[in-house]
């Protein structure tokens, strides 16, 4: 490994979510090895899987040069979410695999940072708040979190991503099942 990953404000550590990993790989926008490429979801015109360091994404160069994008905007636009925030989530943050259609959560009029999977114990000891976070975002009922919840593995049929509020520290689970 060459040099310290750029930080990224809301996603933090995309080594430890997998986001990003530790390869001597070249990166299709600046040709340079750095140490690290990112192996999240790209959208885009072009193949960019496992080709992009975390230095272009960061620096919005990759979206700028090659059309790349990383998550979809729509969720952080119909929360309010500022243009400028939604931007910086959509074209120079790392995303994140999931099931389906990957959702960036939003709390205090802000994009939330993104965590990885939510671990069983925070699952299992999750507070109040955020069952009710987690009720009101996905429109369920008591009924429908023992279902996701009730056996939780990360990875499995029913799976938790663990957002946290920049500003006020609520724990927030994206949701997604196959």
Not at 53 to 80: H, T, V, Y
Not at 105 to 117: K, R, T
Not at 124 to 131: L, N, V
Request: hydrophobic letters at 35%.
């Amino acid at each position: 490994m060459t040099d310290s990953l750029p930080p990224f404000t809301y996603h933090p550590d995309p080594l430890a979510t997998g986001a990003v990993e530790a390869r001597a790989a070249v990166c299709a926008c600046c040709g340079k090895a750095r140490g690290f490429i990112y192996v999240g979801p790209v959208y885009g015109g072009r193949d960019l899987d496992n080709a992009l360091c975390p230095w272009c994404i960061a620096d919005g160069s990759a979206a700028a040069k090659l059309d790349a994008s990383f998550a979809d905007p729509s969720p952080l636009e119909r929360a309010g979410v500022a243009e400028a925030i939604v931007q910086q989530v959509h074209l120079r943050t790392p995303g994140y695999v999931s099931w389906q259609q990957e959702s960036w959560l939003a709390h205090c009029n802000d994009a939330c940072e993104f965590h990885g999977d939510a671990t069983e114990s925070e699952v299992r000891t999750a507070s109040p708040e955020t069952k009710s976070h987690w009720l009101s975002e996905y429109d369920q009922d008591e009924e429908g979190w023992a279902w996701a919840s009730q056996g939780y593995k990360p990875g499995g049929r029913s799976d938790l991503y663990k957002f946290v509020c920049r500003h006020c520290g609520l724990v927030a689970f994206g949701w997604d099942a196959c």
